[in-house]
């Protein structure tokens, strides 16, 4: 008896944290029946990853359209799950994160009764609108699922708290795992490649919350920067957004040591981390890649669902007001001693199996299920 599993995701980050899990999977063809179903909530970005591990989905519901809202999106998805769920009933769907594609995933397996199991599970900042709609698609996911697989101590006790059915494990956090298998890959930039060691600052921002006039502030901060620290290369790869395009070619575009550059692959932004003095973000996953590397972080954002990198000491909640950005910055770079605390930090998102630790969970409870229903 196999047991059939179906994988979705939509965007590039889930896609990258969930094509591990996805692999490990296959490693076992006499337990699992492993279906991959993509939603192309996210096109472009999602076909990089795709393409980069020789990934072709089972389905692709190629739902991406210009300037659709999150209920034109969750509409689509709605009837997308429904009528594959229909015609292809799988006994477990796995979902990652906060996004639509995965809230829409666990609503329309809930209702067709398919049990639903959570990939990075029990994150929380109690704060419904920020980030928006990702705290409240968590907190939705988590009612729906009864496998929940923690990344971290905390992220298990939020959920123990919230009294959700089922189980939980902690099994570290999957992009970790993405990570040492980028950073092993080979990967040549000339224009990385070019910068010095030691003098590349990254930044990226993205999210809804910091549209308008708060990016501004955060592109002002930078540019700050980069006049009283000309030296350093300040690296920005610009989201797809036409408005926050618009926005940084405005604020940023004409300074020497500021580049904008296009999106990068998985592979290549990994090897950029790598090589970064500090790096700004508002994005979830760097919070979680980037203290593996030892590299500080100074989160673009006022609420984090990642406290265990603050209390770690590897991440800071900055903010988005550009004189905390700018004091923040010049602190890190003129005291060594500052800078160090960031940089030996303990990491506290795991070992870079969570994968195996998730693919081992699934493989003893379903056994123990075919055990009972043999019996």
Known sequence: MKIKIMVTFGTRPEAIKMIPVYKELKRYP?????????????????????????????????????????????????????????NNKPDLILVHGDTTTALVAAFEAFYHKIEIGHVEAGLRTYQRYNPFPEEVNRQLIGR?????????????QNLIKENVQGKIWITGNTGIDALFLNLNKEYKDPFLDGIAED?????????????GETMEEIFLGIKALSYKWPEYSFVYPVHMNPQIKKKAYEFLGNINNVYLIEPLGVVGFHHYL????????????????????????????ETTERPEGVASGSLKLLGTNKDDIINEVNKLLSDDSYYQMFATAKNPYGDGLASKHIVSALKTYYLKKIKLLSE
Do not use: C, W
């Not at 590349?200 to 809804?208: A, D, E, N, Q, V």
């Open 274 to 301: 790598q090589k970064a003095k500090i790096i700004l973000t508002d994005s979830g996953g760097i919070q979680e890649e980037a203290p593996s590397l030892g590299k500080p972080v100074l989160v673009l954002r």
């Open 144 to 156: 729906f699922a009864t496998l929940h697989f923690a990344p971290t101590l905390k992220a298990k």
């Open 30 to 86: 006499q337990l699992f029946e492993v279906t991959l179903v993509v939603t192309g909530q996210h096109r472009e970005m999602l076909d990089q990853v795709l393409n980069l591990y020789d990934i072709v989905p089972d389905v692709d519901f190629n739902i991406m359209r210009p300037n659709q809202s999150l209920s034109d999106i969750t509409n689509n998805l709605q009837r997308k799950f429904d009528e594959l769920f229909r």
């Open 199 to 211: 003098k590349l600052i990254i930044f990226t921002t993205h999210r809804r919350e910091n549209l």
